[in-house]
Structures are given as C-alpha cells and as structure tokens.
C-alpha cells in the first residue's frame, strides 16, 4: 500500500472568513468559547490577527487587537497563530518607516504570532525586505507571499521568479495568495508543479470560493505537490470567503493519496459552534447574501469579492448603481493605465475608486485621488509595467519627471521616536504607539473610549470635541 501524503491546513475562520463575508466584525468575546477546541483540531496553523482585524477592532469595535492577540494566546497552547502583513505598508494604508516594520513585527511575535505571511499590493519584493528580515530578527517564520492575478502582462515565468526571489531573501515559506478566486484547478497544477520544482521550501495555496473553483483548485493543487491549503468552517465559508475544511478533510481522508490528520469530531464541534453565529450576521444584515454565492463577474473582470461589495457602496452614495457594468468595465483600462497592479489591498481601492469616478464624472481622470497620484510617482513600489510617460504627464503635470525609481521606504525618515512623543498622553502599553501611527483618527477616539471605560470619565464632562462615542 502506497504512504499517504499529508495535506496541512490553515483555518481562517477567525480572520480572513468573517473579514470576507462580515466585513471583520466578529468580536473577541464571539471567539474565545471556541479557541481550545479548534486548538485540538491538528491544524497546520490558526489565522487570527492582521488583515483588516486590527482597522475593524479600533474603528468599529473598541477593541485594543492586541489584548485579542494575547487573548488568542492564551487559549491557544498547541497550534501556530499566523497573521497577514501588508509588507512596508504593515496594517495600514501607506508605508512606514523601517524602524517601524521592526518594530511592529517585534511586538506582533512578542505577543503570541508565530507565522507571518508578508505581502505586497504590487508584487514588489523590495517592499517585502523589512519585514521578511525583522520576521527572522525576532525568532517568527517568515512566509513570502505573491499575489496572483491576471492581465496580459503576468506570465508563470514572471510569478516563478518573484517565488525565487522570496525564497533567496530568507522567506521560510511562500504562499500563492489567490485574493479574487481566479485560480482554475487544471491551471494551478501545471503552476504548482512547476513552483515545486523551483524551491526547497513549503508552498502553501489561499484561495476564495468566489469563483466557484476553490475546491477543485485545492484538489489539482494537492495533486500537484502544495503542502498547505487555507480553508474556513463551513458556517463561514464559500462566497467570497474560502472554501469549506470539513468536505476537503472528508475528501483527502477518504482518497488512496492523502491524509489531513485533522480530528472531524472537533471540526464538527466547531462548526456547530459557528453555526448559531452566522445566522445572528444573516438576521442582522452584515452577513449579505450576494456574497455567499458564485459571482462569474471574478473571472470576467479580474476583481476580488471585497472589491465588488466596495464598488457597489461607492456607486449607492453616488446614486449611480444604474453605472454598476460600466464601472466593471473602466475597471480593466485604469489598472491598464497604472501599470497592471494586482488587485488587493490597497491598490484594489485605488482602482476602484478612481474608475467609480471616471464614469460618475463623465470623464476619464477629471478627478483624481491622492492615492493614485502617489501610484504613478512611484510611492508604492514598482508597478508591473512601467507607467507610461504620457498617462504620468496627464495625471502629475511637471512632477511627472521627478517620479522615484527605488524602494519606496528608502526615503522614509525613522518615525517610532515620533510617534511616541504624539500619543504620549493615551499609551497605556508600548504597543499603542503603533496603533496610533498607523490609524490615528480611530486610534484616539479609542484611546479616550477607553479611558472612559477604565476611569469612568463622564462623557458631558468634555468638550464636545472630545466626547467619547462608542461605535
């Protein structure tokens, strides 16, 4: 009888599942009943924090996320938390300093994260250095990350050498990171095949159910030699989210190939946890529907889920759902124009937006945002084809021959001295200096809230200025 091959997985219903199909509201207190069960279930790893959960936790939760990392911690003795870093960008939406990055990955393994899966927006591996070498500095496992998209100028040559490139740089894994669901199961066998072939380091597949071929993709992949896949419980799974862990457990447990050794009475407890969850979400409203089922719109148009739900929230405060398939359409050419970035977080808001407004306005580039100026002068990092010297003249005027060619952060002053000295007055833990400089708007307002919590200030007692308001 021919050994089985061992499928690990990573289970992402408390990070990227609620953040896929609730908008990351799910609350600490929601998740600790269940934090040792799924502890016993085998998993390769737990994701819990980065992402948006740490945005989500201070703007609309009044949560500090890392009291909820620590509590994960606590809860969890047996199996690795992992986190999602937006490389130089860390949490937030611009990038930061150095010094920063050390330290934000300094305090995010001090506090109980085991793995990081470290990305960029455009795929460029130079925004990925600090973080990768900072991951390592501190005793975490460093996963290398590419996002996968689709346009006529991303080749698998291109994808194999940014993967080689990652491993060179010290990553101790790398992660094929499918935000939109575009990846097709035939496809993605031939890819993994190769990207195997090329690295002596664990490869691990996320992908999204919202093309309806997550797992048929998870299945050619496991055929094809991927060590680790991301799934989420069925009460948070399929849409937009991941596909479901119990019927790929099932599959691979009952097949001649492979084995999870994953516990299927634990993941039934889970499940059954879960399940009373997402019906509170149903009834509630944050939980949509459209985003439950197959959306064809993915692979036509190359955009993720998340990115869809944002587009149809821009055109309802404009009046203009009636523009919804034109904005599909400008989608494509902007991204075009700005040098075929891949669509994530945040270069998918940046597309999005300014194609909302080409077609709101009328006209193309009537206006645009900070953001994407910052695009074009090269503040992000290196767009997969350079930006053309007349869009760069259309959208920046005579700065348009002082846009930056190096790494981004190399021109980044050291700013954590700062930052301490701005929110001296609210820290509480060394970590708040971080919170504050990458959200410092709901940073504040949830440094004062909890101040109130903890030392009853009287809300009429400030300024109006100054009220403390619960979100």
Known sequence: ????????????????????????????????????????????????????????????LNEDPWERLRTFRKHVKSTKLQMLLRGQNLLGYRHYADDMVDEFVNRSIGNGIDIIRIFDAFNDVRNLESAIKACKKYGGHAQGTLSYTISPVHTPEMFINQIRELEQMGADSVCIK??????????????????????????????????????????????AGVDIIDTALSPFAEGTSQPSTEPLVFTFDHSEQFETGLDMDKLNEASAYFRPLREEYLKSGLMDTKLLGVDINTLIYQVPGGMLSNLVSQLKQANAMDKFE?????????????????????????????????????????????????????????????????FAKKILGAEADSRITHRPADILEPELE??????????????????????PGPAVEFFKYRQAQKYGIDNTLLDEEDQVYPV
């Open 418 to 439: 700062n930052a301490k000295a701005e929110f001296a007055e609210y820290i509480e833990q060394p970590e708040d200096i971080l919170t504050g400089a990458m959200f």
């Open 326 to 390: 034109e904005v599909l359409r400008e989608v494509p050419r902007v991204r075009e124009d700005l040098g075929y970035p891949p669509l994530v977080t945040p270069s998918s808001q940046i597309v999005g937006t300014q194609a909302v407004l080409n077609v709101v306005t009328g006209e193309r580039y009537k206006m645009v945002p900070n953001e994407v100026k910052d695009v074009v002068r090269g503040k992000y990092g290196k767009t997969t084809v350079p930006i053309t010297d007349e």
């Open 178 to 223: 499918d935000m939109a669901g575009l990846l097709d199961p035939y496809g993605t066998f031939d890819f993994v095949k190769t990207v195997k072939s090329e690295i002596s380091i664990p490869l691990e597949l996320h992908t999204h159910a919202t093309s309806g071929l997550g797992s048929m993709t998870y299945l050619k992949a496991a055929e």
């Open 1 to 60: 009888m021919t050994e089985k091959r061992k499928i690990k997985f990573t289970e992402t219903v408390l990070r990227d599942a609620h953040q896929s199909l609730i908008a990351t509201r799910m609350k600490t207190e929601d998740m600790v009943p269940i934090l040792e069960v799924l502890d016993a279930v085998g998993y390769n790893a737990l994701e819990c924090w980065g992402g948006a959960t740490f945005d989500a936790s201070v703007r609309f």
